[in-house]
């Protein structure tokens, strides 16, 4: 019921309009936003080059907003409704104009101007909504595509010999400029930086501090490391499974009479923080000091790095005693007990025939388990929503 | 272009005002829930306020020259109404199904004011910024006034 103390507010357009964009809010990010000392945001795409690369199905250009650990794609919802954005009124009105709106305002009207008035700034025809894709959002394709192979074949020492000598002129890059090369690949990345710096230590990334550049090593590389720093951490007595200083572990990979050094001391970083415990792990920007390695995770991604750098395709598949034998020798004498098919990860291998072994890239692997998850979480859904596009397009599958 | 920068309001250096706000606090004279700290608000119809654009075009052009100011005026569509709030029992909600919008003298629009499903950030170009683009969150909105009905003829008010 109206009753006397209701006001009129006048209500104005404003001329010119301002230009503004509404994000709808999940709660996650409406709890970061409303902190204290929220972050700063960041809105990333990837670079032309990196979205030809990797192929987005569902959208062929797209943003992402970062927060500094999570990942939201942005989707723009058109509205047939014109909402406006009002804040109050400045008293730009002329009063003649009033007239429209009330015959006497100015003199006796009930509108007391310009107190009483709000005006729309702007009109926005969509907004922006927020989504994950179930599979989540990960760096490890975009890395996989914009960083080198590297790749060393043993017999390889003269080439690298020469390498090193041309590249003494330079000189070693500092951490402040490891960082930025590191940065520099980072920023085409479209997730968020705590998404790229996990991708990063996944595939074991490094920046080559002689040559400044960024490198993935190959599956055979990190295997070669892994083989190497066991020798020499068995050599040397350093047990992996308590903390040990990294630079030990990197004197116990140089041989001793032979002053070059088998890769770069980045590498054996990177793998050092790989496989470090996760609670242990320095952030990129830190140095890896300290490190102590877990023998069941140890043992897993050596299992999943022996398959991917012997037998990477079901035509080169391997025989599955084989892979167990060699897969055990690459291990410390104590951890050979571990070893077990079942200590893989589920869909990181596969078997062309019943004796016969060979790895899945971690692309394929999710497309895999997405289809085997996919339909009872999708019939999960239907019984939940009241949204009938999805129950009838989920009733029409069956 | 891979990253564009998207202040919150405390990551900013300075205190973030809306391009074009008023340097002195203006009375809000909407009712306390809908008030922000920005003044911002969100009225959303089922319509389209139509204003002239011939002018418009020239003021665009102005607008580039930074100009808005100087130029930006208001003109009046109608009145707000919100018939059963008082500023005495600003607790009780029960005013919020009742919004009326008049457009001119002689239609009224009803509506009601919503609270969000999820709340809005009202993002704009950060004001200053030279060369790169920066975005900035200007406020967050929790509620709207809506208007989901088509106008009704009224005597004048």
Redesign the interface.
Known sequence: ???Q????????????Q??????????E??A????????????????AALARAVVDPSAPEYVN?CTPTQTYRIRQVQS???????????G???RA??K????EAGESGT?NLP???????A?CGS?LELHVPPGGFSAVPFLEKSLGLYEKRSGDDDGDIAMDESSNGAGALGPAETRQMRDRVL??V?VSSAQCEAGWTEICAFVDEEQGVCWRPSARMRLNVWKRLMEGAILQGIDLEKQFLVGDLWKSVLDDDDASEPFPRALLEAVARRLCVEDERPSLADEIKWASFDKAECTQWVGEIYLAATAPTPSSATGRSDFLREWKDCLPESWRDEVALSKLQPGSYQSPDPTTICFVEPSQRQQVSKTSAAAPAAAAKAKTTRNWHELLKNQKRR | ???????????GITQTT?????SHP?????PQLLQTP????????????N?PTS??EQ??RS?DNGL?NS??????????????????NPDDTKWMKRVY??V??YQRMTGEVKKLP????????RAGTVGTEE?E??E?VRY?VFF?SRPEPVN??
Not at chain 1, 84 to 89: G, W
Not at chain 2, 1 to 11: K, V
Not at chain 2, 71 to 88: A, N
């Open positions: 019921m109206a009753t103390d209701s006001r009129s507010i006048l209500f104005t357009n404003t001329h010119p301002q230009g503004f964009r509404l994000l709808e809010l999940t709660p990010l409406e970061l936003l409303s902190s204290k000392d929220a972050p700063a945001l960041e809105l990333k795409s990837p670079s907003l047939s409704n014109s909402l406006h954005i009002l804040r109050p009124s400045l730009q009105i002329s104009d009033i429209v709106v009330e015959e509108l107190d009483e008035a709000v005006t729309a700034i009109k907004t920023v085409d479209p | 272009m891979p990253s564009i920068t998207l202040h919150t309001r405390s990551s809306p391009a074009n706000a008023p203006v009375h809000n004279p909407l920005s003044g911002l608000a969100l009225l959303e119809l089922q319509a389209t306020i204003v002018e418009a003021d665009d607008e808005a130029t930006s005026y208001e003109t009046p569509i109608g009145k707000l109404m919100f018939p059963d709030y008082s500023i005495h919008l008049y001119g003298r999820r709340p809005i950030a009202v993002l704009q170009k975005l969150v200007v967050i709207k989901k004048d008010v």
